[in-house]
Protein backbone atom coordinates (compact mmCIF):
# COMPACT_ATOMS: atom_id res chain seq x y z
CA UNK A 1 0.00 0.00 0.00
CA UNK A 2 1.44 3.29 -1.14
CA UNK A 3 1.11 6.25 0.89
CA UNK A 4 0.49 9.96 0.03
CA UNK A 5 1.21 11.83 3.01
CA UNK A 6 3.51 9.86 5.12
CA UNK A 7 6.42 10.13 2.76
CA UNK A 8 6.93 6.19 3.68
CA UNK A 9 7.47 3.69 1.47
CA UNK A 10 5.78 0.80 0.69
CA UNK A 11 7.91 -2.12 2.38
CA UNK A 12 9.49 -0.73 5.33
CA UNK A 13 9.33 -1.10 9.02
CA UNK A 14 5.76 -1.09 10.84
CA UNK A 15 4.20 2.17 11.71
CA UNK A 16 3.59 2.88 15.26
CA UNK A 17 1.07 4.63 17.10
CA UNK A 18 3.00 7.85 17.27
CA UNK A 19 3.80 7.74 13.43
CA UNK A 20 -0.20 8.46 12.77
CA UNK A 21 -1.97 11.65 12.41
CA UNK A 22 -5.40 13.46 11.65
CA UNK A 23 -5.63 13.39 7.72
CA UNK A 24 -2.98 10.97 6.83
CA UNK A 25 -3.54 8.68 3.71
CA UNK A 26 -2.81 6.17 1.45
CA UNK A 27 -3.58 5.05 -1.36
CA UNK A 28 -2.98 0.86 -2.15
CA UNK A 29 -1.38 -0.35 -5.64
CA UNK A 30 -3.48 -1.04 -8.35
CA UNK A 31 -5.52 -4.55 -8.01
CA UNK A 32 -7.96 -6.74 -9.95
CA UNK A 33 -10.39 -9.80 -9.12
CA UNK A 34 -10.48 -12.77 -11.20
CA UNK A 35 -12.95 -14.94 -11.41
CA UNK A 36 -10.78 -17.79 -9.96
CA UNK A 37 -10.53 -15.12 -7.23
CA UNK A 38 -14.24 -15.56 -6.62
CA UNK A 39 -14.35 -18.69 -6.76
CA UNK A 40 -11.39 -19.06 -4.18
CA UNK A 41 -13.60 -16.59 -1.64
CA UNK A 42 -16.63 -18.02 -2.16
CA UNK A 43 -15.19 -21.97 -1.19
CA UNK A 44 -14.09 -20.11 2.18
CA UNK A 45 -17.06 -18.15 2.73
CA UNK A 46 -19.54 -20.73 1.37
CA UNK A 47 -20.95 -18.34 -0.80
CA UNK A 48 -21.42 -20.04 -4.11
CA UNK A 49 -24.29 -18.59 -5.12
CA UNK A 50 -23.63 -19.27 -9.66
CA UNK A 51 -23.47 -15.28 -9.94
CA UNK A 52 -20.32 -15.56 -8.62
CA UNK A 53 -18.70 -18.33 -10.01
CA UNK A 54 -21.12 -19.21 -13.10
CA UNK A 55 -20.48 -16.75 -16.43
CA UNK A 56 -23.47 -18.38 -18.53
CA UNK A 57 -25.96 -17.41 -15.47
CA UNK A 58 -24.16 -14.13 -14.56
CA UNK A 59 -24.82 -13.36 -17.67
CA UNK A 60 -28.53 -13.56 -17.03
CA UNK A 61 -28.74 -10.90 -14.10
CA UNK A 62 -28.78 -7.51 -14.15
CA UNK A 63 -25.01 -7.09 -13.99
CA UNK A 64 -24.25 -9.08 -17.16
CA UNK A 65 -21.35 -10.37 -15.61
CA UNK A 66 -19.70 -12.41 -12.76
CA UNK A 67 -19.97 -10.01 -9.54
CA UNK A 68 -18.00 -10.46 -6.18
CA UNK A 69 -19.19 -11.74 -3.02
CA UNK A 70 -20.19 -8.57 -0.92
CA UNK A 71 -17.46 -8.80 1.61
CA UNK A 72 -14.94 -9.73 -0.95
CA UNK A 73 -13.83 -6.25 -1.01
CA UNK A 74 -13.43 -5.68 2.31
CA UNK A 75 -11.47 -9.02 3.10
CA UNK A 76 -9.34 -8.12 0.32
CA UNK A 77 -8.48 -4.74 1.95
CA UNK A 78 -7.07 -6.29 5.06
CA UNK A 79 -5.13 -8.54 2.51
CA UNK A 80 -3.35 -5.62 0.98
CA UNK A 81 -2.75 -3.80 4.59
CA UNK A 82 -0.84 -7.01 5.60
CA UNK A 83 1.00 -7.38 1.91
CA UNK A 84 2.17 -3.56 2.85
CA UNK A 85 3.91 -4.60 5.79
CA UNK A 86 2.09 -1.22 7.81
CA UNK A 87 1.37 -3.26 10.69
CA UNK A 88 3.13 -6.56 10.13
CA UNK A 89 4.92 -6.01 14.25
CA UNK A 90 2.87 -3.67 15.64
CA UNK A 91 -0.98 -4.95 15.31
CA UNK A 92 -2.80 -6.27 18.33
CA UNK A 93 -6.37 -6.40 17.15
CA UNK A 94 -8.75 -5.27 14.84
CA UNK A 95 -11.66 -3.68 17.08
CA UNK A 96 -14.46 -2.96 14.40
CA UNK A 97 -15.89 -2.56 10.83
CA UNK A 98 -18.69 -0.90 9.34
CA UNK A 99 -18.89 -1.71 5.58
CA UNK A 100 -21.24 -0.36 2.98
CA UNK A 101 -21.59 -1.65 -0.54
CA UNK A 102 -22.41 0.76 -3.55
CA UNK A 103 -21.71 -0.42 -6.52
CA UNK A 104 -20.80 -4.28 -7.44
CA UNK A 105 -17.28 -5.48 -7.70
CA UNK A 106 -16.53 -6.81 -10.79
CA UNK A 107 -13.71 -9.07 -12.47
CA UNK A 108 -10.69 -7.60 -14.43
CA UNK A 109 -11.39 -4.26 -13.22
CA UNK A 110 -8.56 -1.86 -11.75
CA UNK A 111 -9.64 -1.09 -8.68
CA UNK A 112 -7.67 0.74 -5.74
CA UNK A 113 -8.20 1.30 -1.57
CA UNK A 114 -8.51 4.85 -0.23
CA UNK A 115 -7.38 5.24 3.52
CA UNK A 116 -7.67 8.10 5.68
CA UNK A 117 -6.89 8.26 9.16
CA UNK A 118 -9.84 10.45 11.10
CA UNK A 119 -8.52 9.48 15.01
CA UNK A 120 -5.67 8.76 16.42
CA UNK A 121 -5.89 8.13 20.48
CA UNK A 122 -3.82 6.49 23.35
CA UNK A 123 -5.21 4.64 25.48
CA UNK A 124 -4.85 4.59 28.96
CA UNK A 125 -2.21 1.67 29.37
CA UNK A 126 0.04 3.98 27.15
CA UNK A 127 1.65 1.59 25.54
CA UNK A 128 -0.78 1.32 23.01
CA UNK A 129 -3.61 3.01 20.97
CA UNK A 130 -6.36 3.00 18.48
CA UNK A 131 -6.18 4.18 15.23
CA UNK A 132 -9.75 4.93 13.35
CA UNK A 133 -9.49 5.16 9.31
CA UNK A 134 -12.42 5.71 6.44
CA UNK A 135 -11.99 3.58 3.30
CA UNK A 136 -13.32 3.33 0.05
CA UNK A 137 -12.49 1.19 -3.01
CA UNK A 138 -12.73 2.66 -6.31
CA UNK A 139 -12.19 1.23 -9.66
CA UNK A 140 -10.76 3.33 -12.35
CA UNK A 141 -12.57 5.82 -12.78
CA UNK A 142 -12.81 6.85 -9.32
CA UNK A 143 -16.47 5.52 -8.60
CA UNK A 144 -16.94 4.59 -4.84
CA UNK A 145 -18.09 0.80 -4.92
CA UNK A 146 -17.60 0.30 -1.00
CA UNK A 147 -16.61 2.18 1.70
CA UNK A 148 -16.40 1.80 5.70
CA UNK A 149 -14.49 2.80 8.67
CA UNK A 150 -12.48 0.39 10.78
CA UNK A 151 -10.64 1.06 14.08
CA UNK A 152 -7.49 -1.10 14.70
CA UNK A 153 -5.24 -1.46 18.13
CA UNK A 154 -1.80 -1.05 17.44
CA UNK A 155 1.77 -0.67 19.69
CA UNK A 156 2.98 2.55 20.74
CA UNK A 157 6.48 3.24 20.31
CA UNK A 158 7.03 4.24 24.11
CA UNK A 159 4.37 5.84 26.57
CA UNK A 160 5.39 9.34 26.21
CA UNK A 161 2.39 10.42 23.80
CA UNK A 162 3.63 12.66 20.79
CA UNK A 163 2.89 15.84 20.28
CA UNK A 164 0.71 15.32 17.29
CA UNK A 165 -1.75 13.02 19.78
CA UNK A 166 -3.96 15.92 21.17
CA UNK A 167 -5.28 17.26 17.76
CA UNK A 168 -5.42 13.58 15.95
CA UNK A 169 -8.47 13.14 18.54
CA UNK A 170 -10.93 15.79 17.29
CA UNK A 171 -14.08 15.91 19.52
CA UNK A 172 -12.18 14.81 22.41
CA UNK A 173 -12.23 16.06 25.70
CA UNK A 174 -8.79 17.14 25.67
CA UNK A 175 -9.26 18.77 22.61
CA UNK A 176 -12.22 21.14 23.25
CA UNK A 177 -10.17 22.35 26.45
CA UNK A 178 -7.22 23.41 23.79
CA UNK A 179 -9.59 24.78 21.20
CA UNK A 180 -11.49 26.39 24.33
CA UNK A 181 -7.80 28.75 25.03
CA UNK A 182 -8.03 29.40 22.09
CA UNK A 183 -11.27 30.63 21.98
CA UNK A 184 -10.28 32.30 24.90
CA UNK A 185 -7.66 34.90 23.32
CA UNK A 186 -10.37 35.77 20.53
CA UNK A 187 -11.96 39.01 21.19
CA UNK A 188 -14.37 37.97 17.66
CA UNK A 189 -15.25 35.60 19.56
CA UNK A 190 -15.87 36.93 22.79
CA UNK A 191 -18.15 39.74 21.02
CA UNK A 192 -20.21 36.71 18.95
CA UNK A 193 -21.20 35.62 21.85
CA UNK A 194 -21.66 38.27 23.95
CA UNK A 195 -25.38 37.98 24.28
CA UNK A 196 -25.34 33.86 24.52
CA UNK A 197 -26.15 31.48 27.19
CA UNK A 198 -25.92 28.18 26.48
CA UNK A 199 -23.88 25.57 25.37
CA UNK A 200 -23.03 24.52 21.80
CA UNK A 201 -22.08 20.75 20.86
CA UNK A 202 -19.70 19.27 18.43
CA UNK A 203 -20.00 15.88 17.81
CA UNK A 204 -19.29 12.49 15.46
CA UNK A 205 -20.69 9.39 15.31
CA UNK A 206 -18.49 8.21 18.23
CA UNK A 207 -18.61 10.81 21.24
CA UNK A 208 -19.81 14.97 21.84
CA UNK A 209 -18.81 17.15 23.36
CA UNK A 210 -20.05 20.66 24.59
CA UNK A 211 -19.06 24.08 25.53
CA UNK A 212 -20.55 25.67 27.58
CA UNK A 213 -20.85 29.67 26.93
CA UNK A 214 -21.53 32.33 29.13
CA UNK A 215 -21.88 36.20 27.96
CA UNK A 216 -18.60 35.74 25.82
CA UNK A 217 -16.58 32.90 27.86
CA UNK A 218 -16.51 29.64 27.54
CA UNK A 219 -17.43 27.90 31.06
CA UNK A 220 -16.84 24.11 30.71
CA UNK A 221 -15.61 22.24 28.31
CA UNK A 222 -17.62 18.69 29.43
CA UNK A 223 -19.36 15.54 27.67
CA UNK A 224 -23.20 16.51 28.92
CA UNK A 225 -24.50 19.70 30.45
CA UNK A 226 -27.52 19.81 32.89
CA UNK A 227 -30.23 21.10 30.43
CA UNK A 228 -28.58 19.60 27.66
CA UNK A 229 -27.04 21.83 24.27
CA UNK A 230 -28.42 24.19 23.04
CA UNK A 231 -27.43 23.15 19.65
CA UNK A 232 -25.53 20.35 18.28
CA UNK A 233 -23.13 20.19 15.18
CA UNK A 234 -22.87 16.61 13.60
CA UNK A 235 -20.22 15.65 11.08
CA UNK A 236 -18.85 11.93 11.09
CA UNK A 237 -15.31 11.72 11.68
CA UNK A 238 -14.08 11.69 8.00
CA UNK A 239 -15.83 14.86 7.39
CA UNK A 240 -14.29 16.54 11.10
CA UNK A 241 -10.93 15.47 9.37
CA UNK A 242 -11.31 16.68 5.73
CA UNK A 243 -12.68 20.06 7.92
CA UNK A 244 -9.59 20.48 10.06
CA UNK A 245 -7.03 19.43 7.56
CA UNK A 246 -7.87 20.96 4.40
CA UNK A 247 -6.68 23.35 2.56
CA UNK A 248 -8.74 25.91 3.16
CA UNK A 249 -11.65 26.72 5.81
CA UNK A 250 -14.91 25.60 3.54
CA UNK A 251 -17.25 24.89 6.42
CA UNK A 252 -20.57 26.14 5.03
CA UNK A 253 -19.64 24.73 1.33
CA UNK A 254 -19.57 20.86 3.04
CA UNK A 255 -22.23 22.28 5.46
CA UNK A 256 -24.13 23.40 2.20
CA UNK A 257 -23.60 19.71 0.97
CA UNK A 258 -24.54 17.66 3.67
CA UNK A 259 -21.47 16.78 5.48
CA UNK A 260 -22.47 18.77 8.66
CA UNK A 261 -25.87 19.04 9.82
CA UNK A 262 -27.51 20.35 13.19
CA UNK A 263 -29.98 19.40 15.63
CA UNK A 264 -31.52 21.18 18.40
CA UNK A 265 -32.17 24.72 18.46
CA UNK A 266 -31.87 25.53 14.67
CA UNK A 267 -33.26 28.99 15.21
CA UNK A 268 -30.17 29.89 17.80
CA UNK A 269 -27.49 27.97 15.28
CA UNK A 270 -28.64 30.31 12.39
CA UNK A 271 -27.59 33.37 14.52
CA UNK A 272 -24.64 31.39 16.32
CA UNK A 273 -23.20 31.43 12.50
CA UNK A 274 -19.97 33.77 12.99
CA UNK A 275 -19.49 31.86 16.03
CA UNK A 276 -19.23 28.30 14.57
CA UNK A 277 -16.84 29.99 12.09
CA UNK A 278 -14.79 31.36 14.39
CA UNK A 279 -14.73 27.65 16.51
CA UNK A 280 -13.68 26.21 13.20
CA UNK A 281 -10.94 28.07 12.33
CA UNK A 282 -9.43 28.23 15.89
CA UNK A 283 -9.66 24.05 15.76
CA UNK A 284 -8.12 24.06 12.34
CA UNK A 285 -5.41 26.50 13.33
CA UNK A 286 -4.93 24.39 16.42
CA UNK A 287 -4.64 21.40 14.03
CA UNK A 288 -2.40 23.11 11.73
CA UNK A 289 -0.11 23.99 14.65
CA UNK A 290 -0.38 20.59 16.47
CA UNK A 291 0.80 18.93 12.93
CA UNK A 292 3.80 21.23 12.29
CA UNK A 293 6.76 18.93 12.23
Given at each position: ???????????????????????????????????D?????????????????????????????L?????????????????????????????D??????????????????????????????????????????????????????????????????S??????????????????G???????????????????????????Q????????????R??????????????????????????????????????????????????????L??E?A??????????
Amino acid sequence: MTTSTSGRPPGTASLHLEDFHLGMSFRSDAWTAGADDLRAFGEVSGDMHPMHHDPEYAASTEYGTLVAQGPYGLARYFGTLHDSGMFADTIIGLLDTKWRYSLAVVPDVKMHYSTTVTSVRRTSAGDRGVINRHIELLDENNRVLQWGTSAALVRARSTEPASSELVSHPIGIDWGRELAEGLASDDRFASSTALFDGSIGLANENTELQLRIYRGRILEVTRRTPTGPTFTLHGSEYAWSNLLTGARNDFVVRTHRGEFSTSGNGFAYLQMTKTMQLIVEAAREMTSKGLRP
